[in-house]
C-alpha cells in the first residue's frame, strides 16, 4: 500500500481567536507540524465568525447565536484571510516544507486568491431562489444541526429562534441592496420561495393547524430532556412567544421584502444580463470548473459527450428490442406505470429503501474497490414536506465530525409520478456510496489533514467524483438489469445537458424556455425535474459545469495511470490518489496523480 503519511499538527497556544506567533522550527516534520497547527488555528478563527459553522461541526460556542448576514461580515472574513496569508508567507518558506506541506501552503494561498477575486462579484449571488433560502435553511439547521442535550441547549435554540428576527431584517437589506444594484432573481423565483416561507409559519403555534415541523421539532428534543415537568414547560412557553413573535416577525419581514423586490423582477434572464455580466459568468466557470475552459469550449465537450452517451443509449435500447427513437423511448420509461413509483406515502417508502439496499451492495464491494472506507454512517431520507417547492431533486449533507450525525442523502419525493425507477441507482451512487459520501467523510476522516481541507470543497472535485462514481458502479457489477443501465447512461447525459444549457442560458443568451425544451429533447428526466434544472442553473451559473468537467478529469487520470502503469495499476491505490488529499482543483488534483504514478512505476 503506497500511501502518503501525514505529519501529526503540533498544540499552539492561541491567544483568544487569534493565531499565535510560535517558534521558527529547522526540520521539516516539525516546519510541517507547525504549518498545520497555523492552518488549524486560521480555520478556527475564521470559523469563529460564524455560529452556524460551529454547530455543524460539533462546536457549541455561541450556540444561541445565528450567523452575521451583513456586507460589514463579508469585508470582515475577506480581511482575516488576507491578513492570515500575510502570516502565512512571513512565517514559512515553501521550500522548507515537506510536498504535503507545500500543498496546504498552496491550497490555503489559492483559497484566499479565490476569496478575493470573489469578493467583486458577492453583491451578484441570489439570496433567494429556487436554490433555497435562509427562510429554508435557518429551520434545517435547527432541526438538524441543534442538539438539545441539557436545559442550556434548549435555552440557546430559544434565543436563536429569536435572533431570526435580526437574521431576516439584515437579510431584507441584503435583497434590497441586490435590487438597487440591478441585481434580482428571476421572476420565476418569487412564488417558491413566499410558498415554503409560508410553509414554515403554518401550523402551530402560528395557528390552529398540526404542530409546524419547528415547533415539533423543539417539543421533541424538550421531551428527551432529563429535567422537571416544570422546566420542559418553561421551556415550551419561551418558545412559543419566541416563534409567534420575533421568529414571525422576521418571517414577514422577509415576506415583505420579496414582495417589493418580486413587484419589479419581470425577467428570466441568465448572468449575461446582470451587470458586467460576461465577467461575472467568466468568474463563475473559473470557480465552478478550477479550469481555464471558456464557455464556448465548455458548450461544445457537453455536445461531443451528448452524442457518444446517446450512441451508447441505443445500444441498450437494441437490446431490449425498442425499434423507436431516442425519443420514444423516454417517453416509454415515463408514461409506462412498471416504471414508477405510486404516489402514495407507500411508493416513498419503496423508493427509500431501494436506494437504501443500493447503497449497501456498494458497501459489501467496497473493500475491493477502496483502500479506506468512510467510519461515519449513511442515511437516506426523503426531503422535509415544508421544502419540497426549494428543494433539489437530490443531495447529500455531510456527516458531523463527532460521529453523531451521519452522512444523509436526501432525495425530493414531492410527486412519485415524477420519480423514475430506472434512475435511481445512479443517484444513489453518486449522492450516497461510492460518490459524496465517500469523498466527503473520508476528507473528514483523514489524520493530519489541516481542518480547511478536510472540510473545504471544490465542486468540479466533488460532483466530479460523483459523477465518476455512477460508472464505477457499473464496473463494481451493478446495473444489471438494463432498464437501471440505461438510467445510469441518462444521468450521465443529465450532466452532458448541463454543459450545454448552462453555457446556453448564461453565455448564448438561451431563454428558459429554449433551454427546457433542449432538455426534453435529450434527456430521460421528468418534466418536474426538467424544469427544475433549468431553473436551478439561471439562480446558480456555472455549478452545472462542475460534474462533467470533474469526471471527465478522473477518467482521463485513470487512463493514463493505466496506461504507464500496466500490471502495477491497482484500482484501489488510485481510488486512494484521487480521495487521500480532500477536495483538490483540477489541476492540482492531476499533479498529485501524477506524482503517485511516478512513484508506483519507480517500485517504492
Known amino acids: 500500500m503506497r500511501r502518503r503519511t501525514f505529519v501529526s499538527a503540533l498544540a499552539l497556544a492561541l491567544p483568544g481567536s487569534a493565531?499565535?506567533?510560535?517558534?521558527?522550527?529547522?526540520?521539516?516534520?516539525?516546519?510541517?507540524?507547525?504549518?498545520?497547527?497555523?492552518?488549524?488555528?486560521?480555520?478556527?478563527?475564521?470559523t469563529a465568525l460564524s455560529p452556524q459553522s460551529m454547530t455543524g461541526l460539533g462546536i457549541k460556542t455561541d450556540y444561541d447565536r445565528l450567523d452575521d448576514y451583513t456586507d460589514a461580515a463579508t469585508q470582515k472574513?475577506?480581511?482575516?484571510?488576507?491578513?492570515?496569508?500575510?502570516?502565512?508567507?512571513?512565517?514559512?518558506?515553501?521550500?522548507?516544507?515537506?510536498?504535503?506541506g507545500q500543498l496546504s501552503y498552496r491550497q490555503f494561498e489559492r483559497q484566499v486568491e479565490q476569496q478575493r477575486e470573489n469578493y467583486r462579484w458577492r453583491l451578484h449571488g441570489y439570496i433567494a431562489s429556487v436554490n433555497g433560502s435562509p427562510a429554508g435553511s435557518i429551520p434545517v439547521f435547527l432541526i438538524n444541526q441543534h442538539r438539545v442535550d441539557s436545559v442550556e441547549d434548549a435555552r440557546a435554540y430559544i434565543a436563536r429562534l429569536v435572533e431570526v428576527e435580526r437574521v431576516m431584517g439584515e437579510v431584507s437589506e441584503a435583497l434590497l441592496a441586490r435590487h438597487n444594484a440591478g441585481i434580482r432573481a428571476p421572476q420565476f423565483t418569487f412564488a417558491p420561495v413566499d410558498t415554503d416561507t409560508r410553509k414554515v409559519i403554518s401550523g402551530a403555534p402560528f395557528d390552529d393547524g398540526p404542530d409546524s415541523a419547528l415547533w415539533a421539532d423543539f417539543k421533541s428534543k424538550v421531551e428527551k430532556l432529563t429535567a422537571s415537568e416544570t422546566e420542559k414547560a418553561a421551556l415550551l412557553k419561551q418558545a412559543r412567544v419566541a416563534l409567534t413573535w420575533q421568529f414571525r416577525g422576521g418571517y414577514e419581514q422577509f415576506l415583505a421584502t420579496q414582495k417589493l423586490i418580486g413587484a419589479e423582477a419581470t425577467r428570466n434572464n441568465g448572468a449575461w444580463a446582470l451587470p458586467d455580466g460576461g465577467a461575472y459568468y467568466a468568474n463563475r466557470l473559473k470557480v465552478q470548473t478550477t479550469t481555464s475552459l471558456t464557455a464556448d469550449e465548455i458548450h461544445q465537450i457537453g455536445l461531443d459527450e451528448l452524442a457518444r452517451i446517446q450512441g451508447e443509449m441505443r445500444q441498450i435500447m437494441a437490446a431490449v428490442g425498442f425499434s423507436g427513437s431516442l425519443q420514444a423511448f423516454f417517453a416509454e420509461?415515463?408514461?409506462?406505470?412498471?416504471?414508477?413509483?405510486?404516489?402514495?406515502?407507500?411508493?416513498?417508502?419503496?423508493?427509500?429503501?431501494?436506494?437504501?439496499?443500493?447503497?449497501?451492495?456498494?458497501?459489501?464491494?467496497?473493500?475491493?474497490?477502496?483502500?479506506?472506507?468512510?467510519?461515519?454512517?449513511?442515511?437516506?431520507?426523503?426531503?422535509?414536506?415544508?421544502?419540497?417547492?426549494?428543494?433539489?431533486?437530490?443531495?447529500?449533507?455531510?456527516?458531523?465530525?463527532?460521529?453523531?450525525r451521519p452522512g444523509i442523502y436526501s432525495v425530493n419525493l414531492s410527486d412519485m409520478t415524477q420519480v423514475l425507477k430506472p434512475q435511481i441507482e445512479g443517484i444513489s451512487y453518486h449522492e450516497g456510496a461510492p460518490g459524496h459520501h465517500f469523498q466527503i467523510a473520508l476528507a473528514m476522516?483523514?489524520?493530519?489533514?489541516?481542518?480547511?481541507?478536510?472540510?473545504?470543497?471544490?465542486?468540479?472535485?466533488?460532483?466530479?467524483?460523483?459523477?465518476?462514481?455512477?460508472?464505477?458502479?457499473?464496473?463494481?457489477?451493478?446495473?444489471?438489469?438494463?432498464?437501471?443501465?440505461?438510467?445510469r447512461l441518462s444521468t450521465e447525459a443529465w450532466r452532458a445537458v448541463r454543459l450545454v444549457t448552462d453555457t446556453g442560458l448564461h453565455h448564448k443568451k438561451w431563454t428558459r424556455e429554449q433551454a427546457i425544451a433542449f432538455f426534453r429533447e435529450n434527456s430521460l428526466l421528468s418534466e418536474r425535474d426538467i424544469v427544475k434544472e433549468v431553473e436551478r442553473y439561471l439562480c446558480n451559473p456555472g455549478q452545472a459545469t462542475s460534474y462533467k468537467t470533474g469526471e471527465l478529469k478522473i477518467m482521463a487520470l485513470r487512463t493514463k495511470a493505466k496506461a504507464a502503469l500496466g500490471d502495477r495499476f491497482d484500482i484501489r491505490e488510485?481510488?486512494?490518489?484521487?480521495?487521500?488529499?480532500?477536495?483538490?482543483p483540477l489541476d492540482v488534483l492531476g499533479e498529485q496523480v501524477e506524482a503517485w504514478i511516478a512513484v508506483v512505476s519507480q517500485g517504492r
Not at 412498471?338 to 451492495?361: H, M, S, V
Not at 426523503?382 to 465530525?401: K, L
Not at 481510488?575 to 487521500?580: E, K, S, W
Open 77 to 100: 472574513r475577506l480581511a482575516m484571510a488576507e491578513r492570515q496569508l500575510a502570516q502565512l508567507k512571513a512565517r514559512f518558506r515553501l521550500a522548507d516544507l515537506s510536498p504535503p
Open 19 to 46: 493565531i499565535a506567533a510560535s517558534t521558527v522550527f529547522a526540520a521539516d516534520g516539525a516546519q510541517d507540524a507547525a504549518l498545520t497547527a497555523f492552518l488549524d488555528a486560521a480555520f478556527d478563527e475564521a
Open 333 to 404: 420509461l415515463k408514461t409506462n406505470p412498471k416504471f414508477q413509483y405510486p404516489n402514495t406515502p407507500e411508493g416513498k417508502a419503496a423508493y427509500l429503501k431501494d436506494a437504501t439496499g443500493f447503497i449497501a451492495q456498494v458497501m459489501d464491494a467496497a473493500p475491493r474497490w477502496f483502500l479506506r472506507l468512510p467510519k461515519a454512517a449513511l442515511e437516506v431520507r426523503a426531503v422535509e414536506s415544508w421544502r419540497e417547492a426549494t428543494a433539489s431533486i437530490a443531495f447529500y449533507n455531510r456527516p458531523s465530525p463527532d460521529g453523531k
Open 574 to 584: 488510485f481510488h486512494d490518489a484521487v480521495l487521500r488529499d480532500g477536495a483538490l
Open 445 to 487: 476522516e483523514t489524520p493530519g489533514l489541516p481542518k480547511f481541507r478536510r472540510f473545504g470543497g471544490y465542486g468540479a472535485y466533488s460532483e466530479g467524483w460523483g459523477l465518476y462514481a455512477e460508472r464505477l458502479g457499473k464496473e463494481m457489477g451493478f446495473y444489471q438489469d438494463p432498464y437501471s443501465d440505461f438510467g
